[in-house]
């Protein structure tokens, strides 16, 4: 893949115009400009975090019975977890849609969209902005703490992503019903970001 320039940010963003509903949409721009301006502030490729953030969630308007049957298709691994959450998958699923479908060959690119919703142990600069800017962006509103994570999020990167694993959990944990199950790689991202604290 060449370098992706300026008309390729446009054509970008008006695929995910046409893919996405208007409210996932306004949501794809508040992630790709807060993840632009991030990596400003993280000195990490700027075009690189405003195309993951435009991306990630490219497959975020598919039914799960679709996001089986892509995954199935195209031999994504589909563990426990997600057979029973399958809007986990939009994560993997829009990662190989950027490839086939939008033409993204950049494993940073890739990786960031592929872990966005759970992270991973390890994570890069791109993945941990991508994560924390889907949290942030300026159409959030229901997330506890809000203002601290949005302060946080330009003040101490790896800060942010505990923070925001650890209110997921919780959240998770206080949710009643099927799609709470907790998704082993959350759990394990955020004993990772733990252990690296101390
Ligand atoms: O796609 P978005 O809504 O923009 O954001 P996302 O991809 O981070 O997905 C957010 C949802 O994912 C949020 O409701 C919490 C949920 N989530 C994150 N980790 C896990 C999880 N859901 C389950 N069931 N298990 C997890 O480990
Ligand atoms: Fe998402
Ligand atoms: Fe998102």
Same mark, same amino acid.
């Given at each position: 893949m060449a370098?992706?320039?300026?008309?390729?940010?446009?054509?970008?963003?008006?695929? !995910?115009?046409?893919?996405?509903?208007?409210?996932?949409?306004?949501?794809t721009?508040?992630?790709?400009?807060?993840?632009?301006?991030?990596?400003m502030?993280?000195?990490?490729?700027?075009?690189?975090?405003?195309?993951?953030?435009?991306?990630?969630?490219?497959?975020?308007? !598919?039914?799960?019975?679709k996001?089986?049957?892509?995954?199935? +298709?195209?031999?994504?691994?589909?563990?426990?977890?997600?057979?029973r959450?399958?809007?986990?998958?939009?994560?993997?699923?829009?990662?190989?849609?950027?490839?086939k479908?939008?033409?993204? $060959?950049d494993?940073?690119?890739?990786?960031?969209?592929?872990?966005?919703?759970?992270?991973?142990?390890?994570m890069?600069d791109?993945? +941990?902005?991508?994560?924390?800017?889907?949290?942030?962006?300026?159409?959030?509103?229901k997330?506890?703490?809000?203002?601290?994570?949005?302060?946080?999020a330009?003040? $101490?990167? $790896?800060?942010?992503?505990?923070?925001?694993?650890?209110?997921?959990?919780?959240?998770?944990?206080?949710? +009643?019903?099927?799609?709470?199950?907790?998704?082993? !790689?959350?759990?394990?991202?955020?004993e990772?970001?733990?252990?690296?604290?101390?």
């Amino acid at each position: 893949m060449a370098k992706k320039t300026d008309d390729d940010v446009r054509k970008l963003t008006k695929a !995910m115009e046409e893919t996405l509903s208007g409210k996932r949409f306004q949501h794809t721009l508040g992630v790709a400009y807060t993840a632009a301006a991030m990596a400003m502030k993280y000195e990490v490729d700027v075009k690189k975090a405003l195309i993951a953030g435009l991306l990630h969630d490219c497959a975020k308007c !598919m039914s799960d019975e679709k996001l089986l049957k892509l995954s199935e +298709k195209e031999n994504i691994e589909v563990t426990d977890v997600e057979r029973r959450n399958p809007y986990l998958l939009h994560a993997k699923v829009g990662a190989m849609l950027a490839t086939k479908e939008y033409d993204i $060959d950049d494993e940073e690119i890739l990786d960031a969209i592929t872990y966005h919703t759970t992270g991973r142990p390890g994570m890069t600069d791109l993945d +941990k902005i991508v994560f924390v800017a889907d949290y942030v962006e300026p159409g959030r509103d229901k997330a506890p703490n809000l203002a601290k994570v949005r302060k946080l999020a330009f003040e $101490d990167l $790896d800060g942010a992503v505990r923070r925001i694993l650890k209110d997921t959990l919780k959240y998770l944990e206080g949710e +009643k019903g099927s799609d709470s199950e907790i998704d082993p !790689m959350t759990a394990k991202t955020y004993e990772y970001y733990q252990k690296k604290e101390k």
